[in-house]
């Protein structure tokens, strides 16, 4: 699909800090797209110049084609990672207010405000003060702020932190609806496995710069270590094509394949060599591991 936003040559810095240095990179329309990097990296940067909180040293963004503009804010959702919500106000005078904000009339926020509290089982809390909810329940009337206005794009910071588990799957799931409608979703995270869950593209920050971009499966081919697992009769014999091999608790084996030798190449060997074959194929690497190999490299 056509790319929805697209940063070109972002660069930010705040004094001698340099936040963003270059960075370019398109999200394409009806998808999950993972924003990710360590503590520091420039995503908050990132988010905030499309935001148009903050305005780049240099560099453009574009929105559904056109360069951004403040009218295009109304077509956007923002779930910042600072949380803040009217402590004093009921839940659902402050999805109310925030629908009014993206353009609703009162009537139709508070009908989609009231629906919203039903769908996260948070139906009874409507008249309840803000301060009155857990961590957990602020966290989803948050996130029900943001998604009642279907936004065509959504940016998402850290939407799970402090949920349990049955209701990250919750988000998740409703992410997933999001995308099935065409809608677009930017997820800001650090949670690995909600990245290999869900995402279908990712791009990867650190120290402001783009370091890792591209499909999930991808990605996780391009960073893989060139390793094979393979399930076999009896016993592996030794070929110059295989560095190492690790035995398995499950009965299978771990290969990692010599320097420049690809799979098909080190599975004819073993069978010209006598191993008798029944499974074999590609080991990748979990975004997790990729994610902390690249930072590390980066770093050395």
Request: include cysteine; charged fraction near 25%; glycine fraction near 10%.
């Amino acid at each position: 699909m056509l790319p929805v936003l697209a940063f070109e040559g972002l660069t930010k810095s705040y004094g001698e800090t340099v936040a963003l240095r270059d960075v370019s990179f398109d999200v394409p329309g009806g998808q999950i797209f993972g924003l990710l990097g360590p503590n520091g990296a420039g995503k908050s940067t990132l988010i905030r110049i499309l935001m148009d909180i903050i305005r780049p040293d240099a560099g453009a963004v574009r929105v559904f084609g056109e360069p951004r503009r403040r009218a295009h804010l109304d077509r956007l959702g923002y779930l910042p990672e600072e949380r803040g919500l009217y402590k004093k106000l009921k839940v659902g005078e402050v999805m109310t207010y925030f629908g009014a904000l993206k353009g609703l009339s009162r009537a139709e926020a508070r009908r989609r405000a009231l629906a919203w509290l039903e769908r996260l089982e948070l139906g009874h809390t409507v008249n309840w003060k803000i301060e009155r909810l857990s961590k957990g329940m602020g966290q989803k009337v948050q996130i029900a702020s943001v998604l009642m206005t279907d936004p065509e794009l959504c940016v998402l910071d850290e939407p799970t932190t402090g949920l349990d588990p049955i209701n990250v799957r919750l988000v998740l799931d409703l992410l997933g609806e999001r995308r099935a409608r065409g809608l677009s979703t930017i997820l800001s995270t650090h949670h690995m496995n909600e990245v290999e869950a869900i995402c279908d593209r990712v791009a990867l920050i650190d120290r402001g710069r783009l370091m890792v971009y591209g499909a999930v499966d991808e990605v996780r081919r391009r960073y893989s270590l060139p390793e094979v697992r393979v399930g076999a009769r009896g016993s592996l014999p030794v070929v110059p094509q295989v560095a190492s091999a690790e035995r398995e608790t499950n009965g299978t084996w771990k290969l990692l394949l010599a320097d420049g030798v690809a799979a098909d190449a080190a599975l004819a060997a073993l069978i010209g060599a006598g191993a008798a074959i029944e499974r074999f194929e590609p080991v990748l690497a979990p975004i997790e591991d990729i994610f902390l190999r690249v930072v590390r490299e980066g770093q050395a």
